[in-house]
């Protein structure tokens, strides 16, 4: 896990923590993963990386992984996937269908659960799967 700077405490459970919770630190992991992955791609116009940043964290785009990802998750992974999935958030953005953004949610959650819990190796299995796909240009709208 990344050092927090400050006085915040991160050794919470995430077991005891709400979906969603999870699912929002989850959303910021997976959004600097994708950020790096361009930079690192090489594109350097702001507009392009924007545009191809939203292109992968869009709710249609991380059910789209989820479903990639399936195969290769534990049933505790597959737990955690379905419990953000059943979260209620009481919005869904306009981009997405209801199903998608449940399903994103899951994926968001799993990416939350892994870092809290501290399962860098895990973790980055999933990324690297994740980031094949990104290269592959998986979610890229044409």
């Given amino acids: 896990m990344m050092p927090i700077p400050g006085n915040i405490d991160l050794a919470l459970e995430p077991e005891a923590m709400s979906p969603l919770a999870l699912a929002y630190v989850g959303d910021a992991v997976y959004e600097l993963y994708v950020r790096l992955l361009l930079v690192a791609q090489g594109s350097n116009k ?57 399903h994103s949610t899951g994926f968001e959650a799993l990416i939350g659960y892994l870092y ?19 290269e592959y240009g998986h979610g890229q709208e044409g």
Avoid: C
């Fill in 116 to 134: 809290l819990k501290g399962s860098q190796e895990r973790l980055l299995q999933i990324l690297a799967k994740l980031g094949q796909l990104i």
């Fill in 46 to 102: 702001m507009k392009d990386l924007h545009r191809q940043a939203v292109s992968y964290v869009k709710a249609g785009t991380q059910a789209a992984f989820l479903r990639e990802l399936e195969p290769m998750l534990t049933k505790e992974e597959l737990d955690v996937v379905r419990w953000g999935r059943n979260a209620k958030s009481g919005h869904v953005p306009k981009s997405a269908d209801v199903v998608e953004y449940r």
